[in-house]
């Protein structure tokens, strides 16, 4: 355990802390909120499942099934009430990840809480996309979680060079690593993220090696995996619950089922950062509202003409800001004008 500033804590905090919860990914930001609670005898349990309406919470010599709720997700930290474990208090959370529900509900679905680093996993094929990749990474900037490129499949690949060309577009914003998942030399590739005391998920579509890896990591095969389709590159949707797996070396692990789509929603910082030199760029257009397409003056549309900036990634950007300003009137009204009056107050106050 490191301290804020760096240095050890001193020993009575390490002693207050047991190997379960260490290994569960327990951290100083959660151990600071439940200090006033220490007489209660109030214990803090992770939630490392969810199943049919029900949580499955692990904790110093707890190892519980209780009732679900909606307010908490895989990752969340309870103090777990014994007597009423339903009411057990949420702890603050250090990050939240979080999409639009996929189909037609008008829902914020909750991915996981408290990650350190999400692993984005997708493959050197058909799976393969810029445009998905950079959805991830916004998600992840939103979210204040640190994002990794894994691109699996390298053995597979008769032309990785092509992925590493493609992969240029966006090694700015996150490393990207090519790796096969089945070998053990992952462990050692991945062990910067993977500290103990972390947490750390895997994310990205069905069939890319999410479970491959966390089975790689945990040195065994416990965790279900299944051939991909031949025709098209396609996983089976073999994992269908999220689950956190603690590695002995201290790390715990979140393995997800595959994601048919990730839609923005309340996401406009990670968009904007994801963009981040386009977004400078619209400073210098002639019209506060331009629309980046047939305006006189426009910035954007001078910088593709110079060919500075792919009119490609200009469509992304556009499309995937679109979208989360739609999603985020649509599930969360007042977000939107919440933050525009934020980022109005600050440019008057510069
Ligand atoms: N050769 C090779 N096969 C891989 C690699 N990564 C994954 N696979 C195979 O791809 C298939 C799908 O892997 P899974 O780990 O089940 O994929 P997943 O991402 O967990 O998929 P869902 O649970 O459906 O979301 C399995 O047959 C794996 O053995 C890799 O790097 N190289
Ligand atoms: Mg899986
Ligand atoms: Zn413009």
Redesign the pocket.
């Known amino acids: 355990m490191i301290s804020n500033d760096g240095r050890l804590p001193p020993p009575e905090d390490i002693a207050g802390q047991s190997d379960v919860l260490a290994a569960l990914g327990w951290q100083p930001l959660y151990a600071d909120q439940i200090k006033a609670d220490a007489a209660s005898g109030s214990k803090p349990v992770r939630i490392v499942g969810a199943h049919r309406g029900t949580l499955h919470v692990m904790g110093d010599e707890v190892d519980l099934i209780i009732p679900g709720r909606p307010d908490v997700v895989v990752g969340d930290w309870l103090l777990l009430d014994p007597a009423e474990p339903d009411t057990s208090r949420l702890l603050e959370r250090k990050s939240l990840l979080k999409r639009r529900a996929p189909g037609l509900e008008r829902r914020i679905q909750m991915i996981a809480a408290n990650i350190d680093t999400a692993f984005i996993v997708s493959s050197c094929n058909q799976d393969f996309s810029i445009a998905r990749l950079e959805r991830y990474i916004a998600m992840a900037i939103e979210a204040g979680v640190t994002s990794v490129i894994l691109l699996t499949k390298v053995d597979l690949c008769d032309d990785a060079g092509a992925y590493v060309e493609a992969a240029k577009e966006i090694e700015h914003l996150a490393p990207v690593i090519f790796l096969n998942a089945h070998e053990a030399a992952a462990e050692a590739t991945l062990a910067e993220w993977c500290a103990p005391g972390q947490t750390v998920a895997f994310l990205g579509s ?1 069939g890319v090696g ?2 491959t890896l966390a089975n790689t990591l945990s040195g065994n095969q416990d ?3 299944q051939a991909i389709r031949e025709d098209d590159a396609k996983g089976r949707h ?2 269908t619950r999220r689950h956190l797996h603690l590695l002995p070396s201290g790390c715990a692990i979140l ?1 997800t ?2 994601m048919r789509e990730l839609q923005m929603t309340d996401a406009e910082d990670g968009v904007a950062a994801v963009f981040a030199d386009l977004q400078a760029l619209t400073e210098q257009c002639r019209f506060r509202d331009c629309q980046h397409a047939s305006e006189p003056g426009c910035a954007i549309q001078a910088a593709v003409k110079l060919g500075s900036v792919s009119q490609a990634r200009v469509d992304r950007w556009q499309k995937l800001d679109h979208e989360n300003r739609h999603n985020t009137a649509a599930l969360t009204p007042g977000k939107l004008s919440n933050k525009a009056a934020r980022k109005a107050d600050k440019s008057m106050r510069r």
């Open positions: 069905s999410k479970s965790i279900e995996t073999t994992t393995d089922p595959g």
